[in-house]
């Protein structure tokens, strides 16, 4: 069965302290993963895409990188307006309008 | 921000009673998804449209039932409300499937009592 594993459930840091985020996936013949953050009470919202392994993506303080079995959230220089649950994603094989999310990590920045 | 409404924000009901939620759209997108949220599960798809009058299961179907009888109304509908339905209900577009992002609503949070 296809899963998605994100590591660690939570993830508590000081303004300032770089950290990674990881996502794993066991899904075969990937057509990409997909990050997203989560405010409390609001619906998840679209980070970045990644198709391929070795490819990377940037948006601000966020860097998205991708190997053939996991994904990392690089945050450079979190600030506490970084404080958010991080979704990762994966199409279904075989069902395209399938997504499968990771349970997420619940990130927290310290002033 | 994509053109998603759901409706009612909050709701609490009783156990046996029928519930519809409401998903719409303003953005003509193709494809729309009903996910619910809990604790330690993510996010888990209920149901999914691929257009009008064209529905498919996820992998929590078992109590709920979907319509789309136009392009930019999706509804859910839990026939017989229990309180293991009590959760956050999102809904989602997406213009391409599951391989393009989704755009979420705000969500409905559904109390079963």
């Known amino acids: 069965e296809d899963q998605v594993t994100q590591s660690p459930e939570a993830l508590r840091l000081q303004e300032g302290e770089s950290s990674s985020l990881n996502c794993s996936y066991t899904?075969?013949?990937?057509?990409?993963l997909f990050w997203y953050r989560q405010d409390p009470g609001k619906g998840p919202e679209f980070l970045f895409t990644?198709?391929?392994a070795g490819e990377e993506k940037e948006k601000e303080r966020l860097k998205a990188t991708l190997t053939k079995k996991e994904s990392f959230l690089h945050i450079t220089a979190p600030k506490p307006e970084d404080s958010a649950t991080y979704l990762c994603?994966?199409?279904?094989?075989?069902?395209?309008?399938?997504?499968?999310f990771g349970i997420g990590t619940k990130l927290q920045v310290i002033p | 921000d994509a053109g998603i409404t759901q409706s009612p924000r909050h709701k609490v009901t009783e156990t046996g009673t029928p519930v519809t939620l409401r998903c719409h759209q303003t953005?003509?997108?193709?494809?729309m998804y009903w996910y619910r949220q809990d604790p330690g599960h993510g996010l888990r798809l209920i149901h999914y449209?691929?257009?009008?009058?064209?529905?498919d299961k996820g992998e929590v179907s078992d109590g709920y039932s979907v319509s789309r009888s136009k392009t930019e109304d999706f509804l859910l509908t839990l026939e017989s409300a229990t309180s293991s339905q009590t959760s956050v209900y999102f809904c989602?577009?997406?213009?391409?499937?599951?391989?393009?992002?989704?755009?979420f609503g705000s969500g409905t949070q559904l109390s079963v009592l």
């Open positions: 989602a577009i997406s213009p391409a499937g599951g391989v393009e992002k989704l755009f």
């Open positions: 449209s691929y257009g009008v009058k064209d529905t």
């Open positions: 899904v075969s013949g990937l057509r990409g």
């Open positions: 994603a994966v199409p279904s094989p075989g069902g395209y309008q399938k997504v499968t």
């Open positions: 990644l198709y391929s």
């Open positions: 953005e003509n997108h193709r494809y």
